[in-house]
């Protein structure tokens, strides 16, 4: 792919950064503050969603070959289909499984079609500060996103704060057709279990499982601390841009030395300090200033998980994106059914945070090799 392939993909993802963080950060807010559902019944939408999105990745590696032209704008579709659900839907039992299914469409539909031409455009020497640099584009926009989402939503409302975001997000799909011709049309990908390994398997629940306490707990922390949208916007701001220069620096080091697994670990472990400084928070301060050393200690560890994975699958990389795609919602939804579970017999979110820890020590597993699998079949 030439130099306007990869800046079409950084627009994209800037603006579906921007689109999602600005409104999605708010969906289990709305559904707990303003729709009546316990706190752990809120995930319930994310955890069906994820459910969903293994079964779709299944079907992708099991077609012939896929249009990722056509599988990006289906998945931003369903994304604008999500947050119009919340605009009419106001039964929360209904919303939270229609939003599901639109979840479990948009995830993998829009994300193994994207992460396969970020694949594509690297090699070795430079997959570790490509990667870097593109997932450094959320942080970057979660810094100034979900700030003015609660804006949106303090001074207006949230029908305002929704209808943005489908602007945000149709104007990402305009985007992908403007770049059409660009994106590689027919490409196939296929799930290889023995090809991954066994540790890589682990480190990917793993990291999986992680991003669901994460994603999740992360905001019923929050709302326990503040049950205003403009400073829940506003906490959410403060995290991950620093965190978003270091992991393109380390990964141009990781390019150089080509030892992505010490980076890999190194954030994983570093990360477990950071949990336990979550679960003694005892103010929106506290809290604010443990979950911003969170995002910077665990910042890199997708980017490492991913590079090596890659680096495994050189002369095949849409297995790897399509494996570790697998792998991940099966460890999101884990830990999401878990987290669900314990909230709703007894324990705070800060207490179900320290389940953070044992999926960290999972992500320390990620092994690299120096021979490449060969092409499947």
Same mark, same amino acid.
């Given at each position: 792919?030439?130099?306007?392939?990869?800046?079409?993909?950084?627009?994209?993802?800037?603006?579906?950064?921007?689109?999602?963080?600005?409104?999605?950060?708010?969906?289990?807010?709305?559904?707990?503050?303003?729709?009546?559902?316990?706190?752990?019944?809120?995930?319930?939408?994310?955890?069906?969603?994820?459910?969903?999105?293994?079964?779709?990745?299944?079907?992708?590696?099991?077609?012939?070959?896929?249009?990722?032209?056509?599988?990006?704008?289906?998945?931003?579709?369903?994304?604008?289909?999500?947050?119009?659900?919340?605009?009419?839907?106001?039964?929360?039992?209904?919303?939270?499984?229609?939003?599901?299914?639109?979840?479990?469409?948009?995830?993998?539909?829009?994300?193994?079609?994207?992460?396969?031409?970020?694949?594509?455009?690297?090699?070795?020497?430079?997959?570790? *500060?490509?990667?870097? &640099?593109? /997932?450094? =584009?959320?942080? #970057? +926009?979660?810094? @100034?996103?979900?700030? %003015?989402? !609660?804006? $949106?939503?303090?001074?207006?409302?949230?029908?305002?704060?929704?209808?943005?975001?489908?602007?945000?997000?149709?104007?990402?799909?305009?985007?992908?057709?403007?770049?059409?011709?660009?994106?590689?049309?027919?490409?196939?990908?296929?799930?290889?279990?023995?090809?991954?390994?066994?540790?890589?398997?682990?480190?990917?629940?793993?990291?999986?499982?992680?991003?669901?306490?994460?994603?999740?707990?992360?905001?019923?922390?929050?709302?326990?601390?503040?049950?205003?949208? *403009?400073?829940?916007? &506003?906490? /959410?701001? =403060?995290?991950? #841009? +620093?965190?978003? @220069?270091?992991?393109? %620096?380390? !990964?141009? $080091?990781?390019?150089?030395?080509?030892?992505?697994?010490?980076?890999?670990?190194?954030?994983?472990?570093?990360?477990?300090?950071?949990?336990?400084?979550?679960?003694?928070?005892?103010?929106?301060?506290?809290?604010?200033?443990?979950?911003?050393?969170?995002?910077?200690?665990?910042?890199?560890?997708?980017?490492?998980?991913?590079?090596?994975?890659?680096?495994?699958?050189?002369?095949?990389?849409?297995?790897?994106?399509?494996?570790?795609?697998?792998?991940?919602?099966?460890?999101?939804?884990?830990?999401?059914?878990? =987290?669900?579970? #314990?909230?709703?017999?007894?324990?705070?979110?800060?207490?179900?945070?320290?389940?953070?820890?044992?999926?960290?020590?999972?992500?320390?597993?990620?092994?690299?090799?120096?021979?490449?699998?060969?092409?499947?079949?």
């Amino acid at each position: 792919m030439d130099r306007r392939a990869f800046v079409g993909l950084v627009i994209i993802n800037l603006l579906l950064a921007f689109g999602n963080t600005f409104a999605a950060s708010f969906n289990m807010i709305y559904l707990i503050k303003h729709l009546g559902l316990k706190p752990w019944q809120a995930p319930a939408y994310e955890l069906i969603g994820f459910f969903i999105a293994i079964f779709v990745s299944v079907w992708m590696s099991r077609r012939s070959h896929i249009d990722p032209r056509n599988m990006l704008i289906f998945g931003l579709g369903s994304l604008i289909a999500e947050f119009t659900l919340f605009l009419v839907v106001k039964d929360p039992v209904v919303l939270s499984l229609l939003v599901g299914v639109a979840f479990g469409l948009y995830y993998p539909m829009f994300w193994n079609p994207c992460n396969v031409l970020m694949a594509q455009m690297t090699k070795k020497d430079d997959r570790g *500060v490509t990667y870097g &640099a593109i /997932f450094f =584009l959320w942080p #970057l +926009a979660t810094f @100034i996103a979900p700030f %003015i989402g !609660g804006l $949106v939503i303090g001074y207006f409302s949230y029908q305002l704060l929704y209808l943005i975001g489908i602007a945000l997000i149709f104007v990402t799909a305009l985007t992908v057709v403007a770049y059409r011709n660009y994106i590689p049309k027919d490409q196939v990908m296929r799930i290889r279990i023995d090809a991954i390994g066994k540790r890589n398997i682990a480190a990917l629940i793993g990291e999986g499982g992680f991003e669901g306490v994460f994603w999740i707990d992360i905001v019923l922390v929050t709302y326990l601390f503040s049950q205003s949208e *403009v400073e829940i916007g &506003a906490v /959410f701001s =403060l995290f991950g #841009l +620093a965190a978003g @220069i270091m992991g393109i %620096i380390l !990964g141009r $080091v990781s390019d150089r030395i080509q030892n992505r697994q010490f980076f890999s670990s190194l954030s994983a472990l570093a990360s477990i300090p950071c949990v336990v400084m979550i679960f003694f928070s005892k103010s929106l301060e506290e809290f604010a200033l443990a979950n911003g050393l969170l995002e910077f200690a665990s910042f890199v560890l997708p980017v490492f998980i991913f590079a090596i994975l890659t680096d495994r699958f050189e002369q095949a990389k849409n297995d790897s994106v399509v494996g570790r795609e697998f792998f991940l919602d099966i460890g999101r939804s884990i830990s999401i059914a878990t =987290l669900m579970v #314990l909230v709703m017999s007894g324990l705070t979110p800060q207490q179900v945070f320290l389940m953070a820890i044992p999926f960290l020590l999972l992500g320390t597993l990620a092994h690299e090799e120096r021979k490449t699998p060969s092409v499947a079949g």
